[in-house]
């Protein structure tokens, strides 16, 4: 079946602009991740959907940031006003459940350049 | 947090040879993942194993949880197993490693 998928692919923006990173999970999974993965800092926890909990946004790294997921599905990544330590490959996955028995799946990842 | 250590941070061997990465974890874990992220960047699940040993081809991994560390073998290398080899275990997040770059030369 299909995968994790992620779009756009590449995404170069200018300091100072808005940016929306989409992940779309496999279908049925519940539970939805994004990490960041830098040269400086590896692979890094985002933040985290479950169902219709809160999501745990323990990993952003400033109020910059912030994602949404409609309806159990899609999930919106954004970072308002981006900066040059922004630039990073975003990596979005999806898992059946939440807790840690599950396997999690990674979607190819967004690159972002900030110029 | 759970730090993670993996040896050796980098490894160059020839086509045909055998190789053992080491993933080494502080704290006990509720599950580890074994990746491999490709030189285009995807990371392909290789391993969910919180304890025991699997064996997928001519990859087998073993995780020692009592001892906080993992072991992913390959066997008879090829070329397209080049790219990093990223362990995760996870207690409440997945934690990752700093990677092993494996090169396979032909």
């Known amino acids: 079946g299909a995968g994790v998928s992620q779009s756009p692919s590449n995404k170069v923006t200018e300091k100072g602009k808005d940016v929306e990173l989409r992940c779309d999970p496999i279908?049925?999974?519940?539970?939805l991740y994004w990490y960041r993965q830098s040269l400086g800092q590896g692979l890094e926890f985002l933040i985290y959907?479950?169902?219709?909990?809160?999501?745990?946004k323990s990993g952003l790294p400033s109020d910059r940031f912030s994602a949404e997921r409609t309806g159990g599905s899609v999930s919106t990544l954004t970072i308002q006003r981006t900066q040059q330590e922004d630039s990073a490959v975003y990596l979005c996955?999806?898992?059946?459940?939440?807790?840690?028995?599950?396997?999690?799946?990674f979607g190819p990842g967004t690159r972002l350049t900030v110029t | 947090g759970i730090q993670v250590e993996q040896s050796p941070p980098d490894l160059i061997l020839q086509e045909g040879a055998n190789s053992t990465l080491r993933c080494n974890f502080s704290?006990?874990?509720?599950?580890l993942q074994w990746f491999h992220q490709n030189p285009w960047g995807q990371l392909i699940n290789l391993f969910y194993?919180?304890?025991g040993t699997k064996q997928n081809g001519r990859l087998s991994a073993t995780t020692v949880a009592t001892e906080r560390y993992s072991l992913l073998y390959i066997s008879s290398s090829q070329t397209t197993d080049s790219g990093v080899y990223f362990c995760?275990?996870?207690?409440?997040?997945?934690?990752f490693g700093t990677g092993t770059r494996l090169t396979i030369i032909p």
């Open positions: 996955a999806s898992s059946l459940g939440g807790g840690a028995i599950y396997e999690q799946y």
């Open positions: 279908s049925g999974h519940t539970a």
């Open positions: 959907f479950q169902g219709n909990s809160a999501p745990d």
């Open positions: 704290d006990s874990v509720n599950n």
């Open positions: 194993i919180p304890s």
């Open positions: 995760a275990p996870r207690r409440e997040k997945l934690t």
